[in-house]
């Protein structure tokens, strides 16, 4: 199994400002990674496939990068309704997701 | 646009199974190379493939899960259901059924249904 390790669990941040999240995998995964966002009490709702392809109606301030084990989602300019938490998802071999970065109000 | 919802009873006893219903609205399960998977996430935790079905009938469960997992699909209803059998308090958690796009990311998710199992 492809274990994905995100980092940090927890990361604060001011409204404005830029966030970066980051995501490691266990063995390489090409490109073959999304990353999620989940409100309270709600299903997450995706966000990149690809690695860096943004799925329909996202935002341009959020964007991927990265490919092999290395992957970070960056949002700029940092709006209220972003901060929730954060998940990365392989589909290289099956499909697993990292634990989550809860990106929170500094 | 689709959209999926989750049914299925909130509280299941110990050692019991578990059965869930996926409805899909807004198009049909059958259109597209799509697949259709269910996702669970335990209180606080993160999320967990369980497996998915293509509408040939065609199944992949997680290996974790496998022995104890039967997916299947109702063209006819529009809909693709989950059975979880011998669970313990450890399959407690939200499931959520999504799309799945040719095996890659899920896209879209339902709402997601609490399923508790104690006795």
């Known amino acids: 199994e492809i274990v994905m390790t995100q980092s940090p669990a927890t990361l604060s941040v001011s409204p404005g400002e830029r966030a970066t999240l980051s995501c490691r995998a266990s063995?390489?995964?090409?490109?073959?990674l999304a990353w999620y966002q989940q409100k309270p009490g709600q299903a997450p709702r995706l966000l990149i496939y690809?690695?860096?392809t943004r799925a329909t109606g996202i935002p341009a301030r959020f964007s991927g990068s990265g490919s092999g084990t290395e992957f970070t989602l960056t949002i700029s300019s940092l709006q209220s309704e972003d901060f929730a938490v954060y998940y990365c998802?392989?589909?290289?071999?099956?499909?697993?997701f990292g634990q989550g970065t809860k990106l929170e109000i500094k | 646009q689709v959209q999926l919802q989750e049914s299925g009873p909130g509280l299941v006893k110990p050692s019991q199974t578990l059965s869930l219903t996926c409805t899909v609205s807004?198009?049909?399960?059958?259109?597209?190379?799509?697949?259709w998977s269910w996702i669970r996430q335990p209180a606080g935790k993160g999320l967990e493939w369980i497996g998915r079905?293509?509408?040939?009938?065609?199944?992949n469960y997680n290996p974790s899960l496998k022995s104890r997992v039967t997916i299947s699909v109702d063209t006819s209803k529009n809909q693709f259901s989950l059975k979880l059998s011998s669970v313990t308090a450890a399959d407690t958690a939200v499931y959520y059924c999504?799309?799945?796009?040719?095996?890659?990311?899920?896209?879209?998710w339902g709402q997601g249904t609490l399923v508790t199992v104690s006795s």
């Open positions: 999504a799309r799945d796009f040719t095996r890659h990311w899920f896209d879209p």
């Open positions: 807004g198009g049909s399960i059958s259109s597209g190379s799509y697949y």
């Open positions: 079905i293509y509408t040939s009938g065609s199944t």
């Open positions: 063995q390489s995964v090409s490109s073959n």
């Open positions: 690809g690695a860096s």
């Open positions: 998802q392989q589909y290289n071999n099956w499909q697993t």
